[in-house]
Structure formats: structure tokens, C-alpha cells
């Protein structure tokens, strides 16, 4: 997909506009390589031992890692598909089920999703780097800190203000880096895996395997749905929607599946070490490393990170532009890398602890992603063709400026959605998890409560109350003529 060399080093032209024919390049399997490299971080051997931590055994939580992040990557993949078909961005093409103004509320989610994924990835950069410095006996105080936040942010920010072309190279870049310096971890790792203490590890409730596998799912592919479309745009339209959907969802999951399985023998295997990984996810798994291979792994740590981080600061631009934003692309990318850099400073110099709040910004934003997911899963499924490009930005178009039914579908999937999940990571999110003790589950302190099931119910009920509601909708709206 990327296109020819001077085309990575000049300022991406398009925003949230449609892509023209001409422009128009490249082949699904090109879709590898920025989806590998944004999930090949490190931090997927770090979910091995967040997964371990729902009090589930080896096994059942390879099969909650498979399910979950292959499912979640899927979803991805046919979201990816409405990018081929009308080769705008996914906030613009979600305005065909919700009316061009009704799109603007989950437009919002979606830009404070990514931004908080972008900010997420630079603080385990920065911390991750001031714990390898430590160990090396360099020093990793605050002017450690402040250079890898800087390099990061350059890094990010370069790629997100020069977009498509450029993104395209770097990704491809960082995913052979990564792989290959990823492999040489796992192969230094292996000698540390106790698998008497690993299979030794008692089972866990049903709920408790469910929750394990939806809090995957959140933190997988769930928090790329809304983007998934940014990235296959720029496809022909007559590429294959297979091959669109099987490559983005074998590129996205291939690393995060082998990555939490060698993560979860890891922490399985030492308890001292699952223990270290909630203060610093990706900086604790540097004590199980030779001295001399510490510089590697800062480089593929910070690298691996980057590669999430550039696709988010991209999608985040675009989903600014698509909320409103009246500027050209780079100006809403450069917003963007700000705020990323002010919330990394607050976190990595000021914040207690890591985990909690990590856990409830993904449970809390999943749930209502998750609803606009199934919605717009549904609208993308009962489309048999193309998308009318002029009437995603016009209210008085075939799309309609609020479609009240879909809007009101995820505030309702939300609310449901909210009420069955439970956040105690945080005191503010304290008020979740209502509807727990009205259905029987248990209450706040029962089975069910860290079983995340609000996130299934809002991704299932989005789906199913838009395809009964709206295939007569989309049908009407394939039958109007320009």
C-alpha cells in the first residue's frame, strides 16, 4: 500500500474526505503490516499476568486469549471492510447509521478512546525505559523519563502529522524490528518457565473465565474498532472483502495470541513477578532479561509501543476532524500529540499506580464502543453496496442528520451495559454495576460482578436491535438515486 518514496515524506493531503480513484492503491495483504505492528508491544506478555489475575488457570485462559482477542480482531476486520466500500474514514462512514450530527456523540467516545490508547502506550514507553535505565545502573529519574517521552513523542507525533504514506513505512519497519527482537526475548524467557508451578495454578469460575475473556477483548480488539476503517480506505474497491477481513484479523492477533501465552507461563511461573508487572507492565519483565540484552528491549519495548501509538494518533486526528474540528488533518494530529504528552507527564511523574486506572478506562470506554460496534456492524452487514459519498457529509442527504433509533440504541446498550460491569479500580466509577443484584447475578460483591458482562450485552444488543430496526432503513436509503 504505500505508494511511491517521495510520498512518505510529504504531508498527507487528505483528512476526513473521500479518497479518490486515483489515489486508490495497493492490495489487502499490505494491511499486514500496520496491524502487526500495533499489536506486537510487549505489553501482550504483560495480559498474561492481568489475565492470570481474574484467579483462572493456565488453560482456561489460553482459551479466553484465543477467544477473545481472535473475536475482537474479527470485528475489526469486518468494520475494515465499510473503509474498501467507501474509502472514507470510519467516523464518517459511521454517519451512514447514526445521520451526520446523530454520529457526533460516538465520534466523541471514539477520539477520547484513541487519545487515552495513545497515552496509555507513551506512559508504558517512558516507565518501561526509566526501569531498564535503573537496572543498567544509569539512573532512571526524571531526566530519563522526560528523553523517552520526548523520543516517543517525535516519533508519534512525526508519523501522525505526516500520515498515510509515512505511517504505512514506519509500521513496516517496526514490525520486523519487533518480531525479531521479540522472539529473542521469548527464547531468554524460556529458561525462567516453571511449568510445575504454571500447570499447578487451581481453575476459576465460569464468571470469572468470562470476565477474563471480555477484559482481552476490551483491551484487544475492541479498542481499535472504531479505526479500523482508517487504514483499508485507501484500497481499490474492488479488493476482496475476505481478504480485507482475514488479514486484518490475522495481522492484528497473531503476535497478541503468541505474546499471552509466553506472558502467561512467565507470570504463572513466578508470583514475585505478576506481582511486579501491575506497578510497571513492561518494565518488570526486563528482570528476567541478561544485562546485555536491556538495550534491545528498551528498543523493542519503545518501539512496539509506537507502533500503537502512531496508528491511534492518526485515527484520533480524524475523529477530531469528523466531530468538528475545522482545521487540516496535521493541526488536529499535533492537538492531539499535546494532550497525549500532558497526560503521559501527569501519569509517569504524579499518579500512584498503574493498573487500576487502566483496567477502568478500558471497562468503562468498552461499553459504549462496544454498543456502537454492534450498531454499526449491523448497518455494515444489511449493505449490499457502496456508500452515497456526498450524502456522509450533507444532514439533508440520504443518511438524514439524527437517526434517533440507532443514537438511542447505544445509550440504552450503554446503560444496560454499564450496569453489569463493575469498576473498583477507581472511586468515581463506583456506581457501576446496578442492575447486577436486579437480574440476580449477585450484586456488586457477587460471582458475576468482575465477569464484565456489560460489555457482551452492549455489543450484542447493539447488533441485534439494529438489524431488526434497520435493514428496511439502509434498504430505502440503496434505492435512492443521486
Known amino acids: 500500500m504505500p505508494g511511491a518514496d517521495s510520498a512518505a515524506l510529504q504531508v498527507e493531503a487528505n483528512g476526513i474526505n473521500v479518497i479518490g480513484d486515483d489515489q486508490r492503491k495497493g492490495t489487502p495483504r499490505q494491511l499486514f503490516w500496520p496491524w502487526f505492528a500495533a499489536n506486537v508491544s510487549v505489553l501482550g506478555l504483560s495480559y498474561g499476568s492481568f489475565t492470570l489475575g481474574f484467579g483462572i488457570s493456565f488453560w482456561q485462559a489460553v482459551i479466553a486469549g484465543l477467544v477473545g482477542i481472535v473475536f475482537s480482531f474479527l470485528l ?31 465520534t466523541a467516545i ?22 531498564v535505565f535503573t537496572q543498567l545502573g544509569w539512573g532512571g529519574g526524571p531526566t530519563v523519563k522526560i528523553v523517552a517521552l520526548l523520543v516517543v513523542a517525535v516519533l508519534t507525533v512525526g508519523g501522525g502529522v505526516m500520515g498515510f504514506d509515512l505511517i504505512m513505512r514506519m509500521q513496516t519497519v517496526i514490525t520486523i524490528v519487533t518480531a525479531v527482537l521479540t522472539l529473542v526475548f521469548i527464547a531468554f524467557v524460556i529458561p525462567h518457565i516453571d511449568w510445575a508451578k504454571v500447570s499447578a495454578i487451581p481453575s476459576g469460575s465460569a464468571a470469572s473465565m468470562i470476565g477474563a475473556l471480555v477484559f482481552l477483548m476490551t483491551g484487544f480488539g475492541l479498542g481499535w474498532v472504531n479505526a479500523a476503517a482508517d487504514y483499508s480506505r485507501y484500497l481499490p474497491r474492488h479488493a476482496s472483502s475476505r481478504a480485507v477481513i482475514g488479514l486484518t484479523t490475522f495481522g492484528s492477533a497473531l503476535a497478541p495470541v503468541v505474546l499471552l501465552v509466553a506472558g502467561l507461563l512467565l507470570a504463572g511461573s513466578s508470583p514475585d513477578l505478576n506481582k511486579a508487572i501491575a506497578a510497571d507492565p513492561i518494565g518488570a519483565l526486563a528482570s528476567v532479561l541478561p544485562t546485555w540484552y536491556l538495550v534491545p528491549f528498551v528498543i523493542v519495548a519503545v518501539l512496539g509501543l509506537v507502533g500503537g501509538c502512531v496508528l491511534n494518533i492518526y485515527s484520533s486526528g480524524l475523529a ?32 500512584d499506580s498503574f493498573l487500576g486506572p487502566f483496567q477502568g478506562f478500558l471497562i468503562t470506554l468498552g461499553t459504549p464502543i462496544a454498543a456502537w460496534c454492534g450498531v454499526m456492524l449491523a448497518d455494515i452487514a444489511a449493505r449490499r453496496g457502496g456508500y452515497a459519498e456526498a450524502d456522509l457529509y450533507d444532514p439533508k442527504g440520504r443518511y438524514g442528520s439524527v437517526n434517533w433509533l440507532a443514537v438511542g440504541t447505544v445509550l440504552v446498550s450503554t446503560v444496560v451495559g454499564w450496569g453489569l460491569v463493575t469498576n473498583t479500580y477507581a472511586n468515581w466509577l463506583s456506581w457501576q454495576g446496578y442492575l447486577l443484584e436486579p437480574l440476580g447475578l449477585g450484586g456488586r460483591d457477587g460471582a458475576w460482578a468482575a465477569a464484565n458482562l456489560g460489555v457482551l450485552a452492549a455489543l450484542v444488543i447493539g447488533f441485534v436491535a439494529t438489524w431488526v430496526s434497520q435493514r428496511s432503513r439502509v434498504r430505502a436509503q440503496e434505492l435512492v438515486t443521486a
Open 76 to 106: 475489526c476486520g469486518f468494520v475494515a471492510v465499510a473503509g474498501k466500500r467507501g474509502s472514507a474514514p470510519t467516523m464518517i462512514l459511521s454517519r451512514a447509521a447514526f445521520g451526520v450530527r446523530g454520529n457526533w456523540v460516538a
Open 320 to 351: 477530531l476532524l469528523a466531530a468538528g474540528l475545522k482545521a487540516p488533518r496535521f493541526v488536529a494530529a499535533l492537538i492531539d500529540g499535546t494532550i497525549m504528552v500532558l497526560g503521559t507527564v501527569y501519569v509517569a511523574f504524579f499518579a
Open 110 to 131: 471514539s477520539w477520547v478512546l484513541t487519545v487515552g490508547w495513545e497515552t496509555v502506550l507513551t506512559v508504558l514507553a517512558t516507565l518501561a525505559t526509566a526501569t
